[in-house]
T-cell receptor, first 114, second 112 residues
């Protein structure tokens, strides 16, 4: 089946530093999504990418859909304490029997020290 | 607009007991999903419903059943709970045009 490798598994950074995390896949996706999950909550969508090569920003967050359609990265600039959480990438293959189903990475745990 | 809601938020069961987790969405989405989340495993799909009246198995369906009651509601049933089903369960829904999935707050289930 499809697999996503997300790295790094965890990050410990100082407030104000930039953060970068990425996901690679063994197969092609039509959509890449980045979610953030805070303790005791469900994942919340941060950025959605729908075209190969697409670069999208949402405030201090920037994500790109890799040109090969097998990878994506998420950058967070000038981190703040409320950025703490688990960040998940997810890939979506549309059409056929896999319609609508997402494959998730294992998550990146982000800790920001004030 | 509540999005995706789940009940209960917490549940403790004994081995062999049964229960149903409820999920509802008010976004008029066609598709709904049930995931479980375990430490270090990310989210794994249990069952999904591409549209009202249809359900399909996901990656880890054993020990679970689902019912798509109507367009809004999608329930997950554990007929005979086992300790291996201790997990956090998330419901999600998606719809046109992007089919992006939106998640509920989760149900934390412990099976003793």
């Amino acid at each position: 089946g499809q697999q996503l490798n997300q790295s790094p598994q965890s990050m410990f950074i100082q407030e104000g530093e930039d953060v970068s995390m990425n996901c690679t896949s063994s197969s092609i996706f039509n959509t890449w999504l980045w979610y953030k999950q805070e303790p005791g909550e469900g994942p919340v969508l941060l950025i959605a990418l729908y075209k190969a090569g697409e670069l999208t920003s949402n405030g201090r967050l920037t994500a790109q859909f890799g040109i090969t359609r097998k990878d994506s990265f998420l950058n967070i600039s000038a981190s703040i304490p409320s950025d703490v959480g688990i960040y998940f990438c997810a890939g979506h293959s549309a059409g056929g029997t896999s319609y609508g189903k997402l494959t998730f990475g294992q998550g990146t745990i982000l800790t920001v020290h004030p | 607009n509540a999005g995706v809601t789940q009940t209960p938020k917490f549940q403790v069961l004994k081995t062999g007991q049964s229960m149903t987790l409820q999920c509802a969405q008010d976004m008029n989405h066609n598709s709904m999903y049930w995931y479980r989340q375990d430490p270090g495993m990310g989210l794994r799909l249990i069952y999904y419903s591409a549209s009202e009246g249809t359900t399909d198995k996901g990656e880890v369906p054993n020990g679970y059943n689902v019912s798509r009651l109507n367009k809004r509601e999608f329930s997950l049933r554990l007929e005979s709970a086992a300790p291996s089903q201790t997990s956090v369960y998330f419901c999600a829904s998606s719809g046109a045009p992007t089919d992006t999935q939106y998640f509920g707050p989760g149900t934390r289930l412990t099976v003793l």
